[in-house]
């Protein structure tokens, strides 16, 4: 495979507005509204996790398209409403209420969304298909990508992976987390939330952990899978230094 045919690998954040990050991420002076356009020209990519707990407005997302570099990606975190219900099977009317809010308006830009179940949703195959099949495969002619997210230990069994590989939906990794840390590949693409930063490391990370989690990336992408790896939780202050030195690393390796 060719340098110029290798699937992408996106870094970065949950998110960017969090006021402990200026002036440790964002300068001191820098005006709220310019936020995202200076993360985004150090980052790659960014989850949006507004959408998780409610609707945005469009104008919001045509703004987001507007206000970051060409290459750069968003993924974006389905509504709680969707996820967060004893039935998912029933979740249909919601789904479709998320896609028409105006998040295909973010266009090329827009990346995979992350169905994040809650903590007490256990593992149902019946409904969990049901779930996924409601899932749109494309809309207005582009392809919606879709990961989904778990947190019970009741989704650690056997008959999980498959059912995500039928319909192409990639199982988020969990990594250095409290949550279960499913590693199959099951999409074209992996989707990895890595919540293992402290305050000890300047980084949030050690420079071993570093080295260890873009090498990971690296052989994802070197497997034929577009990456999507995001520096969550944790030590939230330390999540863009975290990221900017994964990005710095792979891009050593691959220049």
């Known amino acids: 495979m060719s340098r110029r045919s290798k699937p992408r690998i996106h870094i970065g954040i949950g998110g960017w507005n969090y006021k402990p990050w200026r002036g440790e ?12 356009e200076y993360a985004s020209r150090r980052l790659t990519s960014i989850e949006i996790n507004s959408t998780f707990y409610g609707s945005q407005k469009p104008a919001s997302f045509v703004r987001w398209h507007a206000e970051t570099p060409e290459n750069f990606v968003f993924s974006v975190k389905g509504p709680m409403f969707v996820t967060n219900r004893r039935v998912l099977a029933e979740a249909g009317d919601s789904i479709d209420r998320f896609f028409g809010s105006g998040v295909l308006l973010l266009r090329d830009k827009l990346g995979p969304i992350n169905w994040q179940l809650g903590p007490g949703k256990k593992f149902d195959a019946g409904d969990l298909e049901a779930f996924l099949a409601l899932l749109p495969a494309k809309l207005d002619g582009r392809q919606i990508r879709h990961a989904i997210e778990v947190r019970h230990a009741s989704f650690c069994t056997p008959e999980f992976p498959p059912l995500a590989r039928k319909y192409g939906v990639a199982i988020v990794l969990a990594g250095d987390s409290k949550y279960p840390e499913i590693t199959d590949t099951t999409a074209p693409f992996v989707y990895a939330r890595i919540m293992g930063t402290t305050a000890d490391h300047k980084l949030g990370y050690s420079r071993r952990d ?38 710095e690393r792979i891009a050593s390796v691959t220049a």
């Open 25 to 36: 991420f964002y300068p001191q002076d820098l005006v709220q509204k310019r936020e995202l």
């Open 210 to 247: 570093l080295d260890a989690w873009a090498s990971q990336a690296k052989a994802w992408s070197a497997d034929g899978r577009e990456v999507f790896l995001y520096v969550i939780s944790g030590c939230k202050v330390r999540n863009p230094a975290s990221a900017m030195a994964l990005i």
